[in-house]
């Protein structure tokens, strides 16, 4: 069974920075594409970055220049170092991941979620 392992939210100042991880854990074949998204009391859950398997990236329009996707793919981790904070960026972080399992049956997994507050 494949799981997505959050770590690194918590409160900060506006203007700060925090680093997101994400490591993918059980018996995986493959990782193809991963991606964090957010959601926000009363919102949608949106998408704010994503990196495929060959590194290219993509980004929200509200994160872009700010936010930094990247990932190791021999500890199947996915980060997100987010800087220049600010307190739109509260919400709840997801990770996301399409992966093949060993077994060859594939899915998309989602992490348990983070939560990040930007607040003076």
């Known amino acids: 069974q494949v799981q997505l392992v959050e770590s690194g939210g918590g409160l900060v100042q506006p203007g700060g920075s925090l680093r997101l991880s994400c490591a993918a854990k059980?018996?995986?074949?493959?990782?193809?594409?991963m991606g964090w998204y957010r959601q926000a009391p009363g919102n949608q859950r949106d998408l704010v970055a994503s990196?495929?398997?060959?590194?290219?990236?993509n980004y929200a329009d509200s994160v872009q220049g700010r936010f930094t996707i990247s990932r190791d793919n021999n500890r199947k981790t996915v980060y997100l170092q987010m800087d220049s904070l600010k307190p739109e960026d509260t919400a709840v972080y997801y990770c996301n991941a399409r992966i093949l399992e060993t077994n060859y049956r594939s899915g998309t997994y989602w992490g348990q979620g983070t939560q990040v507050t930007v607040s003076s």
């Open positions: 990196i495929t398997i060959g590194g290219k990236t």
């Open positions: 059980g018996s995986i074949l493959v990782i193809y594409d």
